[in-house]
C-alpha cells in the first residue's frame, strides 16, 4: 500500500506549510502529494508550485471539479503540468453536487451525471491520446458544438502540444454504487471520500473485481497522539461541514454516503443542526464510532493495529490528510 499526501483545499489564504509538508513527504517515501478545490483555490496552480519545489513525488488532483472546465481545457491542464513535472502527473476528478455545480459555476448540474462523466473521461482522454481530432456526439460535452446558438463553425482539433504521456492517470471520485461500477470500468482509480476498511460492500460489487493495476486511493485524516477523542475533533469538524454543509436538504450525497454506511438517523440530524446555524451542534452530533472508522487517530500502537484493516482491503494508495509531520513520519515507518 503506497501511502500519499492530501492537503486539500485552502481556507482563508494560502498554508505557508503545504511545500514543506510535500517535501517531508517525499524525504519519507511518500508516493504522490494531492491538491482539491471547492469554491475558492483551485487544484492545479498550487499543484504546480509544489512541482516546482520537489523533483520525485507523484502529483495529484483530489478532486478537480468537472464543472470548473471543459473537459479539453481540463486535459489541458493535465498534459502541461505533466511536461512541467517530469509526468508526475495523476488527474483526479469529480462532479461535486448541485450546490457547487449550479450555485458557484452557474451551470446546470447534469440530468444524468453517469453520463456526463463518461463523456467528460472520453474527451480527457482522446486529447492525451492525440490519434485523431477530439470528436464527440455527447449530450452533455459535444465537440464539435452543434447547438441552435452556435455558428457551425467549429471543427474537430487536435492539441497543439503532444502529450508526454497518453496513458496519464484519470481517477475519479465516486460515492454511489453505480457510480462507483463506472469508474472501474472507465477509469485508472478511485478515490473514495469516505472508506471504512470493514465495510467495503457500502460501495457494492464493482469493489470485489476491480481491473489489475486499478487504484482504490482513499482520503484518511491521521493524527498521532494520546487522546483519542481530541484526536477526532477535526475529523468530526470536517463530517459536519460536508455532510450538514455541503449540498441541500433534499440532495446531499455525503449525507447520503453517510447513511448507507449505518448512520441514517445521525446524518439527519447533523443536517438539520447545520441547516438551522447550529454549526458546533452539528460537529457534536457526528458519532465518534463514525469519525473513528474512517480515520487514523490515536497513539502509535493503535494506529499500527489499525492501519493493517486498510491494508487487507482493496486500498493501494492512502491519502493522508496531516498537517502534522510526526504523524507523517509514524505513517511512513509502519507503511515500510
Not at 34 to 59: M, V
Not at 169 to 178: K, S, T
Request: glycine share 10%; with cysteine.
Amino acid at each position: 500500500m503506497r501511502l500519499g499526501l492530501a492537503l486539500g483545499y485552502w481556507g482563508r489564504g494560502p498554508d505557508a506549510a503545504h511545500v514543506p509538508l510535500a517535501q517531508e513527504a517525499e524525504r519519507l517515501g511518500y508516493d504522490s502529494v494531492w491538491t482539491a478545490e471547492s469554491w475558492g483555490s483551485d487544484a492545479f496552480t498550487p499543484l504546480t508550485w509544489i512541482a516546482a519545489r520537489t523533483s520525485t513525488i507523484k502529483l495529484g488532483t483530489a478532486v478537480a471539479q468537472m464543472a470548473a472546465r471543459s473537459p479539453a481545457t481540463t486535459a489541458m491542464h493535465a498534459l502541461t503540468l505533466d511536461h512541467l513535472s517530469g509526468g508526475r502527473m495523476m488527474l483526479g476528478l469529480g462532479l461535486s453536487g448541485p450546490q457547487v455545480v449550479e450555485g458557484w459555476y452557474g451551470r446546470p448540474f447534469p440530468a444524468s451525471p453517469l453520463t456526463a462523466t463518461r463523456e467528460y473521461v472520453d474527451v480527457v482522454r482522446q486529447v492525451l491520446r492525440r490519434t485523431a481530432p477530439v470528436s464527440l456526439d455527447g449530450r452533455f460535452h459535444p465537440l464539435p458544438y452543434r447547438g441552435p446558438d452556435g455558428t457551425g463553425l467549429g471543427r474537430p482539433l487536435k492539441p497543439i502540444t503532444h502529450p508526454l504521456r497518453a496513458g496519464l492517470p484519470v481517477l475519479l471520485g465516486a460515492e454511489g454504487p453505480r457510480n462507483v461500477a463506472q469508474t472501474a470500468r472507465i477509469a485508472d482509480g478511485w478515490l473514495p471520500l469516505y472508506w471504512a476498511p470493514d465495510r467495503p460492500e457500502v460501495y457494492g460489487e464493482a469493489v470485489r473485481d476491480l481491473p489489475a493495476g486499478f487504484r482504490v486511493a482513499p482520503m484518511v485524516r491521521a493524527k498521532v497522539c494520546d487522546d483519542v477523542a481530541a484526536g477526532l475533533l477535526p475529523v468530526k469538524a470536517m463530517l459536519g461541514f460536508y455532510i450538514g454543509g455541503m449540498g441541500h436538504a433534499s440532495r446531499n450525497f455525503h449525507a447520503d454516503l453517510m447513511a448507507r454506511m449505518g448512520y441514517p438517523e445521525a446524518a439527519r440530524r447533523i443536517q438539520e443542526l447545520f441547516l438551522a446555524g447550529r454549526r458546533e451542534e452539528a460537529v457534536l452530533a457526528v458519532p465518534d464510532a463514525f469519525a473513528d472508522e474512517i480515520s487514523l487517530v490515536g497513539p502509535r500502537a493503535r494506529i499500527a493495529e489499525r492501519l493493517e484493516s486498510w491494508r487487507r482491503g482493496p486500498v493501494t494508495d492512502l491519502l493522508v490528510l496531516s498537517p502534522d509531520p510526526c504523524t507523517l513520519r509514524v505513517l511512513a515507518e509502519l507503511n515500510s
